[in-house]
């Protein structure tokens, strides 16, 4: 880590600690002003954060000393910036004009991700009008997609985030848990005739996955069908062509993944089938140039103006010199309400490290805890332990402008309450405002005082109001390589590799270990409360 940028930093934390940001909006009536950007048809109001301009100056200067510039564009570039995996990472290539040029290996791997978006352009073409059939001839009615991870997440999130641009024709259902109450209930109500399933594991070996799709196999040669019907029902997003193909899928429903793309960053991929599906190709298309623009911004953009170089160095701010643990976003958009479990996975699997890039332990903290849920409905639950508990969250409220309906009152209501919140969480209410408030009511002073305590409001809290115009699928796109963007910063910022996910891999060895306890086809060694477990299990089970 660059000490002197950090100790700057923490300089500027000493200076500001204890300054409200009451005072602080007071002693500046331009502060609002100052503190929002706008850019890729977003404004970020990000002036009720507990900083100033010359705290964020340190605070840039802190990512400049950590060479974001020339990290950021290794990365794009498709130098090896992931270095316990030896790879590329080169999501970004996957929304880049087709007239680029980007070479892994002496390969323009542009020019094999527009192969393969030609490839899904007709096959979504081919679906929606009924040229591409079941084994019947009859028209495809319902998707399965079968994924777990970044190869199911993104695509159902971003699905139901663009519901009004839905085919009504093609319903997609999403299957990652290997709990079978799922796939099971989805398949009671579908029509094996008019069902086609897409499978999306790199490795085609991916246990959640591989066991729900055999189900869905087994579903399907139930229903009266052939072992070789499989080919004009089942496809699959995979790099093992031949264990697909030994499953029954057809080579040519065989769309390809590269090792240069991580699971959390690749809905942008053929990983997206079922988005283009959902909403159709051309829209599917809007969603990579939302995402091309956003890339563009961050590329170009001075950092003091960089929507997601902000965001991120706030971030850091309250993770590592506030001490918070948390990070909550609030979408205040019904259709959003599943983002805040897709940034989880973006931000918790990439930046959860605790070894730095020179392969030190570190003992500072890097990723937050990230949560959240939809904006009014937290407003009846978690936000009170956002305005009275001990704890500081620094919160995101992200807002369309326009809705998708015609129900104003509705959404002036939402937006009042979101404005409202991050009024209340700014400034808060002190115990004097709120006795008088008590007092002008009737209540006796006693009572006025003894009630002030518990009603007190802080105040002082943190949080960035990202506003759109609308939620269409290019909007989407941008905002989703805002936060990727956002996590690389503050990866660069920690030094850490946000791109591999080592802890999920042991979970899975172990995983594969316990089943083998649990079925008898062998004796691994477990310690006593696995065991213990194991051997509960085995004997209940019926």
């Known amino acids: 880590m660059t000490v002197q940028s950090w100790q700057s930093v923490q300089q500027e934390f000493n200076?500001?600690?204890?300054?409200?940001?009451r005072d602080m909006f007071a002693q500046d009536p331009q502060r609002a002003n100052k503190f929002t950007k706008k850019a890729c048809d977003f404004t970020l109001d990000y002036s009720k954060n507990r900083v100033d301009e010359q705290a964020l100056t340190a605070?840039?200067?802190?990512?400049?000393?950590?060479?974001?510039?020339?990290?950021?564009?290794?990365?794009?570039?498709?130098?090896?910036?992931?270095?316990?995996?030896?790879?590329a990472v080169l999501h970004t290539a996957l929304r880049r004009d087709s007239k680029d040029s980007i070479l892994v290996d002496n390969k323009n791997v542009v020019n094999e991700v527009y192969s393969t978006l030609n490839k899904m352009k007709q096959f979504v073409?081919?679906?929606?009008?009924?040229?591409?059939?079941?084994r019947t001839g009859k028209k495809f009615t319902d998707v399965v997609a079968i994924g777990i991870g970044g190869s199911f997440l993104g695509p159902k999130i971003v699905t139901e985030a663009l519901k009004p641009y839905q085919n009504p024709a093609l319903k997609v259902h999403f299957v990652a848990n290997v709990d079978a109450h799922h796939i099971v209930d989805v398949l009671a109500k579908l029509n094996a005739d008019t069902t086609l399933v897409v499978m999306s594991s790199k490795s085609f070996t991916t246990q959640e996955t591989?066991?729900?799709?055999?189900?869905?196999?087994?579903?399907f040669l139930a229903s009266g069908a052939k072992f070789e019907d499989i080919a004009k029902h089942f496809m699959c997003v995979s790099s093992n062509t031949a264990k697909a193909t030994e499953f029954g899928i057809d080579p040519d429903n065989?769309?390809?993944m590269w090792d240069w793309v991580g699971g959390r960053y690749s809905l942008w991929s053929a990983i997206g089938l079922p988005i283009a599906l959902s909403i159709g190709f051309d829209n599917?298309?809007?969603?990579?140039?939302?995402?091309?623009?956003?890339?563009?911004?961050?590329?170009?953009?001075?950092?003091?103006?960089?929507?997601?170089?902000?965001?991120?160095?706030?971030?850091?701010?309250?993770?590592?010199?506030?001490?918070?643990?948390?990070?909550?976003l609030l979408p205040y958009s019904h259709y959003l309400r599943g983002f805040p479990a897709y940034v989880q996975q973006l931000d918790m699997e990439s930046n959860g490290k605790s070894v730095n890039q020179l392969d030190q332990n570190i003992e500072y903290k890097t990723g937050p805890i990230i949560w959240g849920g939809e904006g009014t409905n937290g407003q009846h639950a978690f936000h009170q332990l956002m305005h009275q508990g001990n704890t500081i969250i620094p919160a995101d409220f992200i807002m369309p402008i326009n809705p998708n309906h015609d129900e104003v009152e509705h959404h002036q209501m939402l937006a009042s309450n979101c404005f409202a919140q991050t009024q209340a969480l700014m400034q808060g209410q002190t115990t004097a405002e709120i006795e008088q408030e008590l007092l002008a009511k009737g209540v006796d002073k006693q009572e006025a005082t003894r009630l002030a305590k518990h009603k007190y409001m802080p105040g002082n809290r943190p949080?960035?109001?990202?506003?759109?115009?609308?939620?269409?699928?290019?909007?989407?796109?941008?905002?989703?390589?805002?936060?990727?963007?956002?996590?690389?910063?503050?990866?660069?910022?920690w030094d850490i590799n946000s791109f591999d996910q080592w802890g999920v891999e042991l979970g899975k060895v172990l995983g594969t270990q316990v089943l083998s306890a649990l079925q008898d086809t062998a004796q691994p060694e477990l310690d006593s409360s696995t065991q213990q477990l194991v051997d509960l299990f085995k004997q209940q089970i019926s």
């Open 254 to 256: 065989i769309f390809p």
């Open 463 to 493: 949080s960035n109001t990202l506003l759109m115009e609308k939620l269409t699928p290019i909007q989407l796109g941008r905002l989703i390589a805002l936060y990727e963007h956002k996590v690389f910063v503050q990866g660069v910022i």
């Open 59 to 87: 605070l840039f200067q802190l990512a400049k000393d950590h060479k974001l510039t020339e990290k950021r564009d290794a990365m794009f570039a498709g130098e090896i910036i992931n270095k316990t995996e030896h790879r």
């Open 125 to 134: 073409a081919e679906i929606h009008n009924g040229t591409r059939t079941g």
């Open 210 to 219: 591989l066991k729900n799709t055999e189900t869905t196999r087994e579903w």
């Open 284 to 328: 599917f298309e809007q969603i990579l140039l939302g995402a091309r623009e956003m890339d563009a911004h961050f590329l170009s953009t001075p950092l003091e103006d960089n929507l997601p170089v902000i965001m991120a160095v706030l971030g850091v701010w309250y993770s590592n010199f506030f001490d918070c643990q948390s990070h909550v």
């Open 15 to 21: 200076r500001l600690k204890d300054v409200h940001m």
